[in-house]
């Protein structure tokens, strides 16, 4: 929400800020948050602090742009913009997932 995010590894918390946004609805914002986080944390190259702070960042800044839409995205509302906008914003920030092959994905 407003006032960011808190995230535990196991051994350390980390205190991440809320990204900016035009707040339209936040339904569905925490979980946009949880997702995007893991993905951005399973897909990250990096580690340790460098790995969660990368993975908070994007959380925050996908959530940011959840709130921008009204309703619920995949609950019976389709979402009409291009899916390259929600990675990628007016500060130069991109986030591009890696592809991993199936094999990868079942060795871990």
Same mark, same amino acid.
């Given at each position: 929400g407003a006032e960011g995010q =808190?995230?535990?590894?196991?051994e350390q918390f980390y205190v991440g800020k809320a990204a900016p946004a035009t707040v339209v609805d936040t339904m569905g914002a925490g979980d946009s948050f949880t997702c995007s986080f893991s993905v951005a944390y399973t897909d990250s190259k990096k580690t340790g +602090?460098?790995?969660v702070r990368e993975a908070m960042d994007f959380g925050a800044k996908f959530a940011a742009k =959840?709130?921008? =839409?009204?309703?619920s995205v995949g609950d019976g509302l389709t979402y009409e913009g291009n899916l390259e906008d929600l990675y990628s914003d007016e500060d130069g920030y991109v986030y591009k997932p890696y592809k991993k +092959?199936?094999?990868d994905v079942q060795a871990k």
């Amino acid at each position: 929400g407003a006032e960011g995010q =808190i995230v535990f590894d196991g051994e350390q918390f980390y205190v991440g800020k809320a990204a900016p946004a035009t707040v339209v609805d936040t339904m569905g914002a925490g979980d946009s948050f949880t997702c995007s986080f893991s993905v951005a944390y399973t897909d990250s190259k990096k580690t340790g +602090s460098e790995r969660v702070r990368e993975a908070m960042d994007f959380g925050a800044k996908f959530a940011a742009k =959840i709130c921008g =839409i009204n309703g619920s995205v995949g609950d019976g509302l389709t979402y009409e913009g291009n899916l390259e906008d929600l990675y990628s914003d007016e500060d130069g920030y991109v986030y591009k997932p890696y592809k991993k +092959s199936l094999g990868d994905v079942q060795a871990k």
